[in-house]
């Protein structure tokens, strides 16, 4: 669970991969950021939303892979990606189960309920557009062979940086900053009318010149 200073050791190493451009890759891998009061007294949230906004306009190819837990901010300020992908039993999410279940239902034991509600799964994700792919496991979890699950993850770097590399600088901020502002756009369907109408949603971009 990282604190204010290592979001922005990670966002130092960006800029710099950025100056000499260089892909960034990152694994992610944490329950959450850090929720101590000192963290927040270093200002935590701070760190995290600069990390978020700087990643948005980063001018080389962000590739992230979720390769354990994918908790809340403390992913994301690590995982704003053109390319993101799962292994098979990981899990993203803005919080984990059983915190979901203790302030939803009053009750952390049903955290199963909370888990279904979330989405939280890799085939979930991919359905809902959250991430772009799911990198294989052993049968038994990825600790059963950690050579093959490295090799699978080798696949998906090599495969998204050939993609990327084939964009230009403006397009991939432009990429990055497209796909995370779909999230969360969905359309419902109308009882009476029987049409459907896409939720509403200010699509104004804000640009760094």
């Known amino acids: 669970m990282a604190h204010p200073e290592g979001y922005r050791k990670a966002l130092r ?3 710099m991969a950025e100056k000499f451009n260089r892909p960034i890759v990152t694994f992610i ?21 600069r990390n978020l906004r700087e990643m948005s306009y980063l001018e ?23 390319k993101v992908a799962m292994l098979e039993n990981a899990y993203y999410s803005v919080i984990s189960p059983e915190g979901c279940a203790a302030i939803l239902f009053r009750d952390a034991s049903k955290s199963k309920e909370a888990t279904e509600a979330l989405k939280v799964t890799a085939k979930d ?11 294989k496991e052993p049968v038994g979890g990825a600790h059963m062979d950690a050579v093959e699950t ?7 770097i090599n495969k998204s940086l050939a993609a990327l590399s084939k964009m230009s600088k403006q397009e991939l901020a432009d990429d990055r900053y497209d796909k995370f502002r779909k999230m969360g756009v969905f359309e419902e369907e109308s009882v009476k009318t029987n049409k459907k109408t896409k939720s509403k949603k200010t699509n104004t971009k804000s640009r760094r010149k």
């Not at 994700?125 to 990198?135: M, R, S, T």
């Not at 490295?150 to 998906?156: G, Q, T």
Request: charged share 20%; net charge negative; aromatic share 4%.
């Open 125 to 135: 994700l991919l359905k809902n557009g959250v991430i772009d792919e799911i990198i």
């Open 13 to 15: 190493l960006m800029k």
């Open 150 to 156: 490295a090799m699978n993850i080798k696949r998906f």
């Open 60 to 82: 080389v190819p962000v590739v992230s892979i979720i390769i354990g837990e994918g908790g809340s901010g403390g992913a994301i300020g690590i995982g704003v990606a053109n």
């Open 29 to 49: 891998d944490t329950a959450g950021a850090y929720p101590g009061i000192a963290a927040e007294e270093r200002g935590q949230a701070e760190a995290i939303a």
